[in-house]
């Protein structure tokens, strides 16, 4: 199991992240800042994210939210000292599958990632859609013509998920800047045009027509 652990405090993570390769045998990635979680998570597989709830930079409960927002199904535990029970109800409606209030003991972490994986991880299908010669795995965050891969930027590649899972389906620019960016980001619409741009001519690159269609006035869609 690959696990990605954002703990600052550094004498902590630390002991977490020995004890989670010791003794459960897990392969542990061990961030301290909060800005770094959300394009690790999206970046890479990881069958599990352990979050601590006060980061610097980005809170982990705030990743939690875009991180569900964005549909990763991955599973989330969520650390705290917050024990009240309001607390408890934010961080669980923010999309965390389970909460541990600190100190907590590593066994007790142990047992709860044992228990999600019994509830969370019977083996997954990679969802795989071709598209003329380009192979898109959704599951794995990949693009490959010809079994070669198409490096994407993570907006990118949300733009052409989110593109390919509503295929023929016209998106209109507030909601691509919505489910990609969030109203809450510094970015433009001008930036959705030149994430498009960008793809389009990567696509195109590796040999696939455009299939990626600018409604006037509106927004986009993708006709397969």
Excluded at 82 to 102: F, M, P, T
Excluded at 186 to 211: N, P, S
Aim: with cysteine.
């Amino acid at each position: 199991m690959n696990i990605l652990l954002a703990e600052d405090d550094l004498v902590l993570g630390e002991l977490i992240a020995h004890l989670l390769k010791k003794k459960g045998g897990y392969k542990v990635e061990w961030l301290t800042q909060g800005d770094d979680v959300y394009d690790y998570a999206i970046e890479s597989h990881y069958d599990l994210l352990i979050l601590d709830w006060m980061l610097p930079g980005e809170e982990g409960v705030s990743i939690c939210t875009r991180l569900r927002k964005e549909g990763y199904s991955g599973a989330i535990i969520m650390l705290t000292a917050r024990d009240a029970l309001q607390d408890r109800i934010i961080g669980l409606d923010a999309g965390a599958d389970d909460y541990l209030i600190k100190p907590f003991e590593i066994d007790e972490l142990l047992a709860r990632i044992r228990a999600l994986t019994r509830r969370n991880y019977a083996p997954i299908q990679e969802q795989i859609v071709q598209i003329q010669n380009i192979t898109v795995n959704l599951t794995n965050r990949t693009v490959s013509s010809k079994e070669k891969e198409i490096l994407l930027t993570p907006r990118e590649f949300q733009l052409l998920d989110l593109l390919i899972r509503n295929k023929g389906q016209v998106l209109s620019r507030d909601v691509i800047y919505d489910r990609i960016w969030g109203y809450d980001s510094d970015a433009t619409m001008k930036t959705i045009d030149a994430t498009v741009k960008l793809l389009r001519k990567k696509l195109h690159e590796a040999g696939q027509r455009d299939i990626i269609q600018s409604i006037r006035g509106v927004g986009y869609k993708l006709e397969i």
